[in-house]
């Protein structure tokens, strides 16, 4: 019963109706593995930390890996973006969070462990939601990544402010923008119809959010890998 | 086979006969959740470092996550156990090895990662004994607690009693209290009769093993937090 | 049909034909055992420091534990590598990289980290080949390969040798050890005709890749924390 409920998930819900998804996680798997490239390749040449690079190359290649099982299908298909999001997201946060310590005095290393476990614990949420058809660990994840959006809005920016103007208005611009995008995933979650969410609104069909959920996380991995070390160059 | 095992398995045996253990999980949850935002809030009133805040805030959550699994039926329910303790347990230890190391001049770092390893390892052995139906895995598992408790009693005593006296008495009792709690897991999965260890004693009943692993954590997880935070404070 | 799939895999290739691997793999689980135990105590005799013996416990104890789901069947048997691996492999590394930090000045723990993100990702490439039945997944972690050799070869060398002659001849004789044992797998993993790996050249039986895949840990594993221990103790 458990194991129908799986056959018939996300996955099947994205490759029905002739898998019209299938050219967009292609591209996103292709400029996922050419961005890691240049994420290696951009530290020395735009006097960037190494460890920016290193951050935003595994961010790029773990998470276009997990979308090869969107193209074949697997025991791990209908759990690939929790497969994603458990590695990919905090990773995206420990880049804003070093980007918030880099030039200031405070290394609140506590804090910098409480964002990325409010993370990773908040798409598991999605993946008990999803597996219990039950959204009530769902809400629990919507509060968790309020605690997030806090973090980067609260102490975050006072640390990125005990640096530069250019670095603190760099640290800002990331915020805005990871804050923006991680809101709208569980949006996207909760007004899609793949049966993943149960009580979701059904308003995008299964393509519609399988696309979705590679034109946010193109924005959120690969752009946000150039954005970061581009911002941090011209800040210093 | 190893499927029908699955669904004849713990779960199973825990909601049988009308599921009489479900009021016990549903305090357990939301005791847990009402705990997370207690262990947010009290570092700063108790004047205790934020970071013990933080992880007991963790330990919490995530248990009370996982305990959802016993609720609504899913794939992960014969194992919720396993994953709540793989991820709230080490954080049980780091708690108690950073209060031995608060106000300490050494910091056993390796000694830290043996002691979290250490009962990583050991969780996961009680997933395989009841994966592989054989007690073999956990007998290790057994052994690798002798060796939790050794490190508690021994090193990290020593480092604790570095510091002053009364930070010292506050690690003694926290780590008595967490080592019989520890040592009494195993016991009860040994006289449990929920066939998640074969060649167990069948001596408690299947809603008598569930419910003693709604109390044994309750005091582990939430009860030890408010008692670290308040013994760290009363000690300075 | 996945699970057929599972049923036919890994676990039932080895198991067919009389099991003749069992001894190699029982020989594999005890000697492991009885490492770890001289790893905890050989630090002490040799002046080594502690960290390098808990290391190499957790490589023995956690690659033995795996290799318990070879003897009795369980949903993880055909897993039981990756399991192992994505523990065991960067822990391996970990050793490597803190023998090459050992006595030098510089500690680039981006560079750490680099090489166990890279071995983590690359193990779970195998884990997708196998799961998804595309030989994609695989050529991307032989790129990755390339990079930890690429490290190991490179930044960590020059690491190596700023500290003393002898220490960073140790490194160079393990790093060298360890690259061409790491090499050893993928090709195994490739002439194997185990139908883990589509597009394999069924050069090897299903028994004998699991004695190569006894025989290779067991150099990597048992030996290498020996050799490692002696090679630093020696060294100083």
Chains 1, 2, 3 share one sequence.
């Not at 400029?31 to 240049?38: D, E, G, I, P």
């Not at 190494?50 to 791990?76: A, D, E, P, R």
């Not at 909760?190 to 059904?202: E, F, H, K, T, V």
Request: net charge negative; proline share 4%.
């Amino acid at each position: 019963m458990v194991y129908d409920a799986i056959q018939d998930g996300v996955y099947a819900a994205i490759t029905s109706g002739g898998f019209s998804s299938e050219p967009w996680i292609l591209a996103y798997i292709v400029t996922a593995m050419l961005s890691s490239l240049a994420f290696l390749y951009l530290p020395k040449k735009l006097d960037v930390p190494q460890k920016f690079g290193i951050i935003h190359f595994f961010i790029v290649v773990w998470s276009g890996l997990m979308y090869t099982n969107f193209l074949n299908g697997s025991v791990l298909s209908d759990f690939a973006w929790y497969m994603d999001w458990m590695v990919s997201t905090p990773l995206i946060l420990l880049a804003l969070g070093l980007t918030a310590f880099h030039g200031a005095d405070t290394r609140r290393y506590d804090l910098l462990g409480a964002l990325l476990g409010l993370e990773f614990t908040l798409v598991i949420t999605g993946l008990l939601a999803q597996l219990q058809g039950s959204i009530y660990p769902y809400y629990i994840g919507v509060i968790l990544l309020l605690g997030v959006v806090y973090l980067l809005a609260g102490p975050f920016r006072r640390i990125a402010e005990e640096s530069s103007e250019g670095l603190a208005r760099a640290y800002k611009l990331l915020a805005g923008y990871i804050g923006i995008f991680f809101l709208s995933y569980p949006t996207v979650w909760y007004i899609s119809s793949i049966d993943a969410l149960p009580g979701g609104l059904n308003i995008l069909g299964p393509t519609q959010t399988s696309i979705a959920l590679v034109v946010l996380p193109f924005f959120c991995k690969q752009v946000y890998g150039f954005l970061d070390m581009y911002l941090i160059h011209t800040a210093e």
